[in-house]
């Protein structure tokens, strides 16, 4: 038994809710990173989108501190509460401008500077506060901030305002004004995030398509981590850097935790540090009921909703064949983030082969039905003949409470 010997605590190497990178679990993803920084150096504005919790803010973040990028985050749920983007510019320079007025009291008190030097107080003070309207007054501020270096706006939670039309035209103005002689000038790039697919044709939808879509570039999807990925983050924090043991078969431990956080980065450092808490109880060794404990605790504070989503779909009594209860599972367990109804019926015929032989299962009308309803588990892509999970969640949920037994799929009771 290997006693709990680290100097750090779980919540110092788990941060799963830290809005700062933490380098001691941050997962290098070499191709999202390559693709960022030739983005920064074109002269196109950057998309960058993928399902919440991939970890998009850590990549950003980390790239523009690797470059010695300066950025300014404008969270898009302020402007949908605040009703406008140049509020929301507004709110963040006053918060700036206090900041920056306090420094310079502070300074000032401490003795005066031969010449005057370091009091260029006042000239900054006229840059930011001058006749400019608010995005103007923004890219100044960000300017003097930067200095010559590179310069960046992070509009974040894109899907926060992506069905309010004013907002999203708010955005697409940032675009195209960034082209004006005067706005250009200051040389700021602007980069949107956001969980939806197909951002910039949301944005090109409340403008011109043609003047908006010239001017941004998607980079590829922060989808959840790879099986390695995945399993190198919680090597790192729970053997590495806790000092914790494994007892069994290690493998397995890993792919079960892969399975039901689905590789999502937040959800991996969530119940990670859940299995540390619990495995500090047991002299720092984590076996099956270490396992079982966290699992709980992990998902009733993390996917309760979801789990109950699932289990309101699920068929409501036993039968022979449970149809629906099989496409739930396979759609689960489908280890794409896109799926169609040949891909589903493929996997039910492969997992459940004496209740499928010969016979027409309907898949396709399974699939509608889950992608309706008030809480529905399914979207149906707009553009094609096929399906994403509504959210990561459903499939934890899925691969967290059912199982496979004699062709059966069988409900876990969880204590959630």
Not at 75 to 100: C, I, W
Not at 262 to 271: P, S, W, Y
Not at 281 to 289: A, M, S, T
Not at 398 to 405: A, F, G, N, P, R
Request: hydrophobic share 40%.
């Amino acid at each position: 038994m290997v006693l709990f010997s680290s100097k750090l605590k779980p919540d110092e190497v788990f941060t799963p809710r830290s809005a700062d990178v933490n380098p001691n679990l941050y997962i290098p993803r070499p191709d999202l990173e390559e693709e960022l920084i030739e983005g920064l150096s074109e002269s196109q504005h950057l998309v960058i989108f993928g399902e919440s919790g991939n970890g998009k803010s850590w990549l950003y973040k980390k790239v523009f501190k690797q470059e010695n990028v300066t950025c300014e985050v404008v969270n898009l749920v302020q402007a949908s509460t605040l009703g406008s983007l140049g509020a929301a510019f507004n709110d963040k320079l006053s918060r700036r401008e206090e900041l920056e007025r306090q420094e310079y009291e502070v300074s000032k008190s401490a003795g005066a500077k031969p010449a005057g030097i370091g009091f260029d107080f006042i000239g900054t003070w006229k840059l930011v506060r001058g006749k400019k309207e608010p995005f103007e007054k923004l890219l100044a501020y960000l300017r003097k901030s930067a200095g010559r270096g590179r310069a960046v706006i992070v509009f974040d939670n894109f899907e926060q305002i992506a069905d309010e039309p004013e907002l999203c035209k708010q955005v697409s103005n940032c675009v195209v004004l960034l082209d004006d002689p005067i706005y250009a000038n200051y040389d700021v790039k602007i980069v949107v995030v956001g969980t939806p697919v197909g951002i910039d044709e949301i944005l090109s939808r409340n403008g011109n398509i043609q003047t908006i879509s010239t001017r941004l570039k998607e980079i590829p999807e922060v989808e959840r981590m790879s099986v390695t990925e995945a399993k190198l983050l919680m090597r790192r924090g729970l053997e590495d850097q806790l000092k914790l043991s494994v007892l069994g078969n290690s493998q397995v431990f890993y792919e079960r935790m892969l399975s039901i956080t689905d590789r999502i980065a937040l959800e991996l450092q969530g119940l990670g540090l859940r299995i540390a808490k619990e495995a500090l109880k047991k002299n720092g060794v984590i076996d099956q009921n270490v396992l079982n404990r966290a699992v709980e605790k992990w998902a009733k504070n993390s996917i309760r909703a979801y789990c109950v989503m699932v289990s309101n779909r699920l068929n409501s009594r036993e039968t022979k064949v449970s149809r629906r209860n099989q496409c739930i599972y396979a759609c689960g367990v489908l280890d794409k983030e896109s799926f169609s109804y040949k891909d589903v019926e493929a996997l039910i015929r492969k997992l459940f082969p004496t209740t499928t032989s010969g016979v027409s299962l309907n898949i396709s009308g399974e699939l509608s039905k889950l992608a309706k309803g008030e809480n529905p588990l399914l979207k149906r892509l707009p553009t094609d003949d096929a399906y994403r999970l509504a959210s990561p969640k459903v499939r934890m949920a899925i691969c967290t409470m059912l199982k496979v037994e004699d062709e059966k799929v069988r409900k876990e009771i969880l204590k959630i």
